[in-house]
Nanobody
């Protein structure tokens, strides 16, 4: 059974930082494309960042230069370091794994106050 569990969300002031983590079980993250998505109230879920099996990374334009995705193969985890947070980054953040199948975590709330 595959499980993705996000952690690290919370309330932070604008300009602050948070580090999200996604712990995976049932899959090996190093051979999956791993991504972070977010969904704000009333909006569609959107890609924030992803890292491919070979380490290539891709970011939404809105987070480039502020967010960094990384993978810890030893711990079978994926992290998202978020710096210079803005109120518009407020959303539920979801971990995603994709290769032969696609899996989602339950999400973690990130709230950035102005």
């Amino acid at each position: 059974q595959v499980q993705l569990v996000e952690s690290g969300g919370g309330l932070v002031q604008a300009g602050g930082s948070l580090r999200l983590s996604c712990a995976a079980s049932g899959i090996i993250v190093s051979i999956y494309a791993m991504g972070w998505y977010r969904q704000a109230p009333g909006k569609q879920r959107e890609l924030v960042a992803r890292i491919s099996w070979n380490g290539n990374t891709d970011y939404a334009d809105s987070v480039k230069g502020r967010f960094t995705i990384s993978r810890d193969n030893a711990k079978n985890m994926v992290n998202l370091q978020m710096n210079s947070l803005k109120p518009e980054d407020t959303a539920v953040y979801y971990c995603n794994a994709f290769r032969w199948s696609e899996y989602w975590g339950p999400g973690t709330q990130v709230t950035v106050s102005s």
